[in-house]
């Protein structure tokens, strides 16, 4: 592991160095390329500005023609204004780069200092040749502006050549980087080989050491095992118990221990499933059988409810006379009672109407006193009472028929009176035998509404009885299916163990059963001479799929 390390601690610093050295590289390009060759360009720009403006003011001071005098000036005052653009320029890499040496500061203010002094003698070049004096222009331009024009250049390329140079240095720089590297990446490359062979040759041994064996000897004990042949045995090295080889040893021993308790549970599997099997099949039949019985105790129940509710039917409707006769009872008590009640008012009013003729009879007796007493009176007047006599006899006679009149009337009314009290007595007998008929029938009712409450009460009954015998027959079908299904999981069940037997069949063993709980697997032997385990005497087992 150390030597992995230490090889991806070289890769890692490889790398580190790598990126250090190409980001060298690239600075030492980038001021080359973005910044000292941008210098020199604009360098370039003001060399050709100054010799194109030196070449346009000697033809200046040698042109006579106006016309070609104006376009000599528009074009020293172009190359003028692309002077200015390239030294913008120039004085902003200046300002923003902090990179600028003291000698390139000097040599651009060596050719800002010559232009200052250089620009007043173009301008008076120029003006003296449009003022038509060309003696004098061309003496200005021979004897100070010549002169400065090629100082002018001279600090020019003077400043081209420095950035020139500096550009090779640049340039040096990079290769002596490029060259140092390469020394230091063959160096490093070569240690990380060197490493690497020694880590190869200690993983080698540590893996042959982990593996206990050569790797195409592990290979063949694992597809030995792989392919069920457990009695295979491994070559151990003295002392070995921690290897790949050792722990397969260790493997295929615990694997035929656990294929001979597998063999031992399908077989014991198998057997019992049998019996789960014939256990399901009998309870499978009982279980027809009460279904059978309980589909019979239902219909019978179902038949014995279609009674009870056609009994509770008929109580219910006898329930129902019952009450309508106690209704009808009731209203011929009350209608007695009426007659009863009205027989007293006919025998109160004809007493009223008895003592009414009483008074009149009174009334005609005295009224025939009266008359009489009139006649007596008209007697005595003589022929001066006749007359009243007359009307005192009429109305005697009219008493004396009102008299008899009453007394017919109260004889009549008298009998009424008693057939009245006779008819009272029975009416109120008839009453008395119509409340007793009434409670008779009230009795009747409750009784009859006590049979229809019990015979519904039945019926819900018998109904929920059969509902309950219905819920019994449907689980007892549900048992049936669960037992069905049961016996066929046991079935499955026992052809499982049985191509469970037949899988293990696969495996070799080396068995011996002396204590009956599995075989006897003897550990390997490191001591032994050919470097197998010792084998037990009992015969090899081989199991075989059919």
Sequence with gaps: ????????????????????????????????????????????????????????????????????????????????????????????????????????????????????????????????????????????????AAPAFTEWLNDINAFIDLQERMNEAETATARNVAGSFEIFMITLCGTAVIIGLAVATLLTRWLRRELGAEPHEVKAFAEAIGSGKLTQRARLRNGDGHSIMASLSAMARQLQTTVWQVRTSAETVAGNSEQIAEGNNELASRTEQQASALTETASSMEELGSTVTQNADNAR????????????????????????????????????????????????????????????????????????????????????????????????????????EQGTLLATDAGRTMEEVVAAIQRVTDIMAE?????????????????????????????????????????????????????????????????GHGPNIQADQPGSTRGHATRTSTPLLEWRTA
């Design 1 to 144: 592991m150390s030597g992995f390390l230490i090889i991806i601690a070289l890769m890692i610093l490889l790398t580190a160095i790598g990126i250090v050295k190409v980001n060298d590289i690239d600075d030492s390009l980038t001021i080359i390329n973005d910044v000292n060759s941008v210098k020199q360009r604009h360098a370039i720009d003001f060399r050709g500005s100054v010799h194109d403006r030196a070449i346009a003011l000697r033809d200046v001071t040698l042109v006579r023609d106006d016309t070609k005098l104006e376009a000599l000036l528009a074009d020293i005052d172009r190359l003028a204004a692309n002077y200015r653009s390239a030294a913008t320029d120039m004085q902003t890499i200046f300002r923003d780069r902090e990179d600028i040496t003291d000698q390139e500061r000097r040599a651009l203010e060596e050719i800002e200092s010559i232009e200052s002094r250089t620009l007043p003698l173009i301008e008076e070049v120029s003006a003296r040749r449009q003022a038509g004096d060309f003696e004098a222009a061309q003496g200005v331009l021979l004897t100070e």
């Design 317 to 420: 409707q006898a329930n129902t006379e019952a009450a309508n006769a106690s209704h009808i009872a009731v209203k011929g008590g009350e209608a007695v009672n009426q007659v009863v009640d009205t027989m007293q008012e006919l025998n109160k009013r004809s007493a009223e109407i008895a003592e009414i003729i009483s008074m009149i009879d009174g009334i005609a007796f005295q009224t025939n006193i009266l008359a009489l007493n009139a006649s007596v009176e008209a007697a005595r007047a003589g022929e001066h009472g006749r007359g009243f006599a007359v009307v005192a006899s009429e109305v005697r006679q009219l008493a004396q028929r009102s008299a008899d009149a009453a007394s017919q009337i109260n004889t009549l009314i008298t009998g009424n009176l008693k057939r009245v």
């Design 451 to 515: 049979i229809s409450t019990a015979s519904v009460e039945q019926s819900e009954g018998v109904q929920q009885i059969g509902v309950a015998v219905l819920q019994m027959d449907q689980v007892t079908q549900r048992n049936a299916a669960l037992v069905e299904e049961n016996a066929t999981a046991a079935n499955n069940l026992r052809l499982g163990a049985q191509q469970l037997l037949k899988v293990m069949g696969a495996f070799q063993l080396d068995l011996t059963e002396p204590t």
